[in-house]
């Protein structure tokens, strides 16, 4: 999870990624920032994270990306 | 049958009542005769591609529906075995759908550009030229078709059964001349859902509409003629006229395309449905990026989640974005691969405009403003840190605004023109040549409108950014109206109306019936 926060914040420095529930919803990630996001994640967690994962469900929050992360390890 | 029709308003009035007065469960039957008899009045023959598109998408989705059902009754060992054989059937069947549509999408739009291109650059090649008449709404129906097939595909929903509901999704039409480009999941279910007539969204969709109205007829209508005009004149005025029309065609552009999906989402709201929004006022859009996700929302939703996701995520963007990150490191390699994907992007954006070289100059400008912004960001927070600027500064964000402003105003030259030669010319002739006395010579009063009329064009314009001022500050016109007292709520019906009647249709040499967008 320490991981996750800190290729979240240098992706998006100035987020309170801890304790936002929103970041799709309220706008604070947008598209290039997820596509990003998951090129990181892919390689660091070995992760298959596949299109259609990119839903914001699965972004609104670190703990949400956490368990996408989780399901998709190989 | 034009949306600025008398005509059309009879259309209205008469499938309104029929949708309220007959039995609930064939309303949406009245949606589909209403949506047929619209279509069918643009031409009887264009109502074939229509078909072809409406049976292939359904067909593809019925099929992907049934390969998932088959997928998902798999037992683990079976899933192993065949998961790979499924996959492949399904691509498959989005490859047709998407190869049959976007094909006759290709023939009918760009074909002759490129019989001409290809003349050009190999003598003798002698391509025929088709000179097909394009069918009213094709790219936006098709564009929502496809993305229904891919849904189904991902299995974000179940396909839809009955090929008629289906069809009335593809042609609803409010929605099908200019969209909005609807999501199946978002629309589908509203427009065959029971409806009790329902006062507050009548009254709402009356007045969007007669929103949508005031834009078309009382402002963009007038400002486009100026526009021909000095566009029609090409280089012959000075830089400072050539900038007063491009100032003219974006306010026409924008009151012409909101206005029309004003009109759409109004007269959907009339029938009880919530068609989704295409514009959150653009025009205080801190950057192009900003911009393109406040203009034509539903294009850019529609290009972000099935060209741009795909593309970007795709192994060799991935094989890429190692690559770069490897051997050039830093920002530039970190994003370049996000980059590459964001610029193709805003190339098929500007190809999607037609079938010109200026559009893809247009997708060009925009990706090259886009891209390198995004690999100056780091450089531009460095420099408002030296700088001691807050990124909360409200006058960083006015700064910000008018920049915007100024790269849009530059990228209307390319679209307006006739040609992209003909753009440059004039662009070179507003920087080399701009004398702002003409503005105030009376140059302006020959230009096709008269002080009444660009005044009125101005006068428009201010109203609506003042409406979209309020709205961006959170505040909701129609609601917050009700609260006001009885005269207050009559005047907002009244004037416009007034406005609409007197300046819109009593000054019939200022109406066209096209919309702008139409065409793409």
């Known amino acids: 999870m320490d991981e996750l926060l800190r290729i979240l914040s240098e992706t998006c420095p100035g987020i309170d990624f801890e304790n936002e529930k929103a970041l799709i919803d309220d706008g604070l990630l947008d598209s290039f920032d997820i596509i990003t996001i998951v090129s990181e994640i892919m390689d660091v967690f070995s992760a298959e994270i596949s299109v259609e994962d990119l839903v914001p469900e699965n972004f609104n929050s670190v703990q949400a990306i956490w368990a996408l992360i989780e399901k998709r390890r190989n | 049958m034009s949306f600025t029709s008398p005509v059309f308003l009879g259309f209205i009035l008469f499938f309104l009542l029929v949708y309220y007065l007959l039995p609930r469960r064939l309303q949406w039957v009245v949606l589909l005769a209403a949506s047929c008899v619209f279509y069918i009045s643009g031409g009887i023959r264009m109502i074939a591609y229509l078909l072809i598109t409406t049976l292939s998408t359904y067909l593809a989705g019925r099929l992907l529906g049934w390969l998932n059902e088959k997928g998902a009754g798999l037992s683990q060992e079976d899933k192993k075995l065949l998961s790979g054989r499924l996959r492949t059937q399904k691509r498959l069947t989005v490859f047709f759908a998407a190869f049959l549509n976007f094909g006759m999408l290709y023939v009918l739009k760009y074909w002759d550009f490129t019989a001409h291109a290809l003349g050009r650059l190999i003598p003798g090649s002698n391509l025929p030229v088709l000179n097909l008449a394009i069918p009213l709404g094709i790219s936006f129906y098709i564009f929502q078709s496809i993305g229904y097939v891919v849904d189904v595909y991902r299995d974000k929903y179940q396909p839809e059964k009955n090929p ?218 460095g420099v408002r840190k030296r700088l001691g600027i807050s990124d909360q500064s409200r006058l960083l964000r006015v700064f910000r605004i008018l920049r915007t402003a100024f790269l849009v105003f530059i990228g209307r030259y390319i679209t307006r023109a006739p040609r992209l030669l003909t753009a440059l010319s004039m662009l070179g002739a507003t920087f080399l040549n701009f004398h702002p006395e003409r503005l105030f010579d009376g ?55 007034t406005a609409i009647i007197l300046l819109g249709i009593l000054n019939q040499e200022y109406i066209s019936a096209e919309f702008i967008y139409a065409q793409f």
């Open chain 2, 164 to 381: 008629f509901k289906f069809a009335l999704f593809v042609s609803f039409f409010p929605q099908i001349i200019q969209g909005p480009i609807s999501r199946f999941d978002q629309l589908a279910g509203q427009l065959t859902a029971l409806r009790e007539p329902n006062f507050d969204s009548i009254k709402y969709g009356i007045q969007l509409t007669m929103w949508g109205y005031f834009k078309k007829l009382v402002i963009a209508g007038r400002a486009g003629v100026l526009v021909d005009h000095v566009f029609n004149g090409g280089t012959k005025y000075d830089g400072s006229v050539i900038a007063f029309a491009v100032l003219f065609y974006c306010i026409q552009l924008y009151c012409d395309f909101s206005g029309g999906i004003d009109i759409s989402r109004g007269i959907a709201g009339m029938f009880g449905i919530d068609m989704t929004i295409n514009f959150r006022r653009p025009i205080f859009a801190v950057s192009l990026t900003d911009y393109w996700r406040r203009w034509h929302i539903s294009l850019g939703t529609w290009m972000k989640d099935y060209v741009f996701y795909p593309l970007a995520l795709s192994k060799p963007f991935g094989r890429l974005g190692k690559f770069t990150r490897k051997h050039i490191g830093g920002t530039v390699g970190k994003i370049f691969p996000t980059s590459l994907a964001t610029f193709i992007i805003y190339f098929i954006i500007g190809i999607w405009h037609g079938a010109n070289f200026r559009y893809i100059a247009f997708g060009f400008w925009n990706g090259i403003i886009i891209t390198s912004s995004l690999i100056l960001t780091g450089f531009y927070s």
């Open chain 2, 443 to 497: 140059t302006l009063l020959t230009l096709g409108l008269d002080k009444g009329a660009i005044i009125t064009v101005l006068a428009g314009i201010v109203a609506v950014i003042y409406v979209e001022l309020l709205q961006e500050r959170g505040i909701e016109i129609r609601k917050s109206l009700e609260k006001r007292s009885f005269l207050v709520q009559w005047l907002a019906i009244l004037v416009p109306l």
